[in-house]
């Protein structure tokens, strides 16, 4: 992640819409994350690197010495408004 984030002059990063359903085997978080950044000024870069993104996340949590970790995590792209 570094290397990739290294590519851009700023990032950044927002979640929205947390809800956790505790009905389940195991509690899921549901949110919504997105993405700002501007991509460095470096010729062959234009136009590669997304400016804007934002993704829908589903976390499914255990709980692991006392903390919850994440057991699986699934997420896909939403489409701009």
């Known amino acids: 992640m570094r ?3 290294s590519l851009y002059t700023s990032v950044v990063v927002g979640t929205a819409g947390l809800e956790v359903d505790h009905s389940g085997p195991a509690p899921v978080a549901r949110f919504r ?3 700002a950044a501007k991509p ?3 010729r062959g870069l ?3 690197l997304p ?3 934002r993704f829908r996340f589903e ?3 255990v709980e692991e010495a006392g903390k ?3 057991a699986r995590a699934a997420w896909h792209r939403l489409e701009n408004d």
Request: charged share 20%; aromatic share 14%; glycine share 4%.
């Open 59 to 61: 976390l499914t949590l």
């Open 46 to 48: 234009a136009g590669l």
């Open 68 to 70: 919850l970790r994440v």
């Open 40 to 42: 460095k000024q470096v």
């Open 3 to 5: 290397r990739y984030f």
């Open 51 to 53: 400016e804007t993104a």
């Open 33 to 35: 994350a997105s993405f």
